[in-house]
């Protein structure tokens, strides 16, 4: 029992250690492993970004990308389920379609994008942004638009239906925003094979949005291929740019708020023992300012209303002030920014007052234009204390 046990979770470990093998820079070889079962203390106030599983804290960037490896396999086993490796792909493009083919294990799935190049006198090869459902922000000009039907790859509710869940079995533990993600990888691949000459993208200035539960897929597609360099989550809420802790907490004080016990009732976006954890987040070893740390040092732009207490405005807020101390301590500050701004119920349409902020980020990250993109604004009438989310501060790295 006890042998076909740890063989299992060899298995499981082994799965993870292949995801990411793939979409990111090789590790250095002094990060060992990390301990891919077991349980966490239980803490709650947001964890310690640079608390290893270890007990020692993180003391050089070199040590935090082995932090960065431990957080994913954490939120993989823990809260999104495991992001296949990378499969066969192969693309081709008609018009203005591409058409994605991957297979693994005698299994092949197909799905195709969009392509909406810019108007005007914009010169290709072109900065690329890519829509989850088309996307809701206003697009900078000069800026062409992918759209992916993330939908056709993983329905939100039931678990395990979708194009995604076709390809690797309706059990695979992935929730819909990491299948999501994994097609944003997958239209990355396909973008590179076909090359800039073809689809005139420049796969060097990458863009991933969306908004609501498409803005939770982008955020966990940002933080999962670091091939993506601008991160731009919409109205995203719990489940999100919010921390659990901190929405966990808001509810409890009687605030109409979408916290971890209900996120899991309806929709299948995450791994399915996540519903058992939901109950007591405080047992998780991380919560989403880690989540946003992944995307560090590249652009990360969240974008909330602040009328919408469904939303969480303060856990929202307060999450990306933690996330902030991980981008400071990699001196990148300035590359985090969050607009939240009342504008009412109307979901997903950014109002004119914040488009000058979506249209700064995007302008430094594209087109290395010298604009502030590391504000932290809202209109919210909450106040947030860091230091009572946050026990813990963060030396910058060597
Ligand atoms: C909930 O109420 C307590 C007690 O007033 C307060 O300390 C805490 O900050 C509140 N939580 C949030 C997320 O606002
Ligand atoms: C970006 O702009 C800065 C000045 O704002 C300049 O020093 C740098 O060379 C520029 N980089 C590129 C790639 O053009």
Redesign the pocket.
């Known amino acids: 029992m006890k042998a076909a046990a740890s063989f299992f979770l060899g298995l499981v470990a082994l799965s993870v250690q292949q995801a990411l093998a793939q979409e990111q820079a090789p590790l250095p070889a002094s990060c060992g492993s990390f301990p891919t079962q077991g349980q966490y203390p239980k803490n709650p106030k947001l964890p310690d970004p640079f608390l290893k599983a270890d007990g020692t804290r993180v003391k050089s960037r070199e040590e935090w990308a082995c932090k960065r490896d431990e957080i994913r396999q954490q939120f993989q086993r823990l809260e999104l389920g495991v992001k296949p490796p990378k499969p066969t792909v192969t693309a081709s493009l008609s018009g203005n379609t591409i058409s994605i083919s991957c297979s693994e294990g005698g299994k092949s799935i197909s799905f195709s994008v969009t392509i909406r190049a810019p108007s005007g006198t914009a010169q290709a090869p072109y900065p690329a942004v890519i829509g989850l459902g088309g996307g809701s922000i206003p697009y900078p000009s000069g800026v062409a638009v992918i759209s992916y039907n993330n939908q056709d790859m993983a329905v939100d509710n039931p678990h395990g239906r979708g194009k995604f869940y076709d390809l690797y079995g309706s059990t695979h533990t992935a929730g819909g925003l990491m299948a999501w993600a994994w097609g944003v990888s997958r239209i990355i691949d396909a973008l590179e094979l076909l090359g800039a000459a073809k689809t005139k993208i420049d796969v060097g200035r990458l863009g991933v949005t969306g908004c609501s539960r498409n803005g939770k897929g982008a955020l966990v597609a940002g933080a999962f291929d670091d091939r993506i360099g601008v991160v731009v989550p919409q109205e995203a809420g719990s489940g999100g740019p919010g921390c659990w802790r901190?929405?966990n907490?808001?509810k409890?004080?009687g605030?109409k708020v979408e916290d971890s016990t209900q996120i899991v009732q309806g929709d299948g976006w995450f791994t399915p023992s996540f519903v058992r954890t939901a109950d007591d987040v405080s047992v998780l070893p991380f919560d989403h300012h880690m989540l946003m740390g992944l995307v560090a040092p590249r652009a990360l732009l969240v974008v909330e209303n602040s009328g919408i207490d469904y939303l969480g405005p303060?856990?929202t807020f307060?999450c990306t002030a933690a996330a902030k101390e991980i981008y400071k301590a990699l001196g990148a500050a300035d590359r985090i920014a969050i607009s939240q701004a009342s504008h009412g119920s109307s979901h997903c349409q950014l109002p004119a007052s914040q488009s000058g902020d979506v249209s700064a980020v995007f302008a430094r990250a594209f087109f290395n234009q010298s604009v502030d993109t590391g504000f932290m604004k809202t209109d919210g009438k909450?106040?947030?204390?860091l230091e009572?989310?946050a026990p813990w501060s963060l030396s910058a790295l060597p």
């Open positions: 901190i929405v907490d808001m409890k004080n605030t303060p856990s307060g909450f106040s947030f204390s009572q989310w």
